[in-house]
């Protein structure tokens, strides 16, 4: 693309003002309401079971090498043979980043569970809040019992 060809361009993109932003979607199926984010509590339940189940799993597991490699390490380390040190290395590495699994995964299992009470909390909020633009709505229209 030639300099004069890049300004152009420019121009042109500063002359439309097209401004806002846009995202992609997929849009609805015909009969499916429009909105922006479905949560299921049954689904949210799910994703929090399975991040609960596997953080068990790598608390119970992610350690059954350490103590084998730690020996072999010294061993390696103590006939003079510079695999110990790389061993060792290894061992630590493989333990920050289990910490760090571990973490993520139980954060996940806790957001979720926070998660699935904050909507129930903001579905009860928000049925009550239309119930009373309901009874708002009656006083304009004149339907209101009186």
């Known amino acids: 693309m030639a300099w004069d060809e890049w300004e152009q361009l420019k121009k042109e993109a500063a002359t439309r003002r097209e401004t806002a932003m846009q995202i992609d979607h997929v849009p609805p199926e015909p009969g499916e309401p429009q909105g922006d984010l479905k949560v299921n509590q049954q689904d949210l339940a799910a994703v929090g079971d399975s991040a609960f189940k596997l953080y068990t799993k ?33 061992q630590e590495r493989w333990e920050k980043q289990l910490q760090t699994l571990l973490d993520a995964v139980g954060h996940i299992s806790n957001h979720m569970d926070y998660t699935k009470n904050a909507h129930a909390g903001d579905e009860h909020y928000i049925s009550g809040l239309v119930s009373k633009i309901s009874v708002l709505d009656q006083g304009f229209t004149g339907k209101a019992d009186r």
Do not use: E, N
Request: charged content about 20%.
């Open 58 to 90: 790598l608390a119970k597991h992610g350690r059954d090498a350490w103590s084998p490699s730690q020996s072999a390490a010294q061993d390696l380390t103590s006939q003079g043979f510079d695999l110990g040190s790389g061993l060792h290395r290894v």
